[in-house]
């Protein structure tokens, strides 16, 4: 049974950072495609960052420069470090898990597995 647990989540003032961390259990996070999502009340969920098993990235223009996602394969656990927060990444984020060919991994439909999601809450 394959478990995400996300966590690190909270509210900040514009400008500052926080790290999201998500635990997995059940699946090996080297081992197929992970990504970030977050999405807002009637808005669709969109993609943040992913990371292939091979290590390839992808960051959304919206956070480039500012988020980074990252893997520590010896705590099983996938990261998304943000910096320079901005109100508009106020949002639940997600961490989702995926199979080695995921189509890409930009669609929430390319993964399998998703965690119950951390709120970030960017004040001005």
């Known amino acids: 049974q394959v478990q995400l647990v996300e966590s690190g989540g909270g509210s900040v003032q514009a400008g500052g950072s926080l790290k999201l961390s998500c635990a997995a259990s059940?699946?090996?996070?080297?081992?197929?495609?992970m990504g970030w999502f977050r999405q807002v009340p009637g808005k669709e969920r969109e993609l943040v960052a992913r990371?292939?098993?091979?290590?390839?990235?992808y960051t959304a223009d919206s956070v480039k420069g500012r988020f980074t996602i990252s893997r520590d394969n010896a705590k099983n656990t996938l990261r998304l470090q943000m910096n320079s927060l901005t109100p508009e990444d106020t949002a639940m984020y997600y961490c989702?898990?995926?199979?080695?060919?995921?189509?890409?991994?930009?669609?929430?439909?390319?993964?399998?597995?998703w965690g119950q999601g951390t709120q970030v809450t960017v004040s001005s």
């Open positions: 059940g699946y090996t996070v080297n081992s197929g495609c």
């Open positions: 990371l292939l098993s091979g290590g390839t990235q």
């Open positions: 989702a898990a995926g199979p080695q060919y995921c189509n890409g991994g930009y669609r929430p439909r390319d993964y399998n597995y």
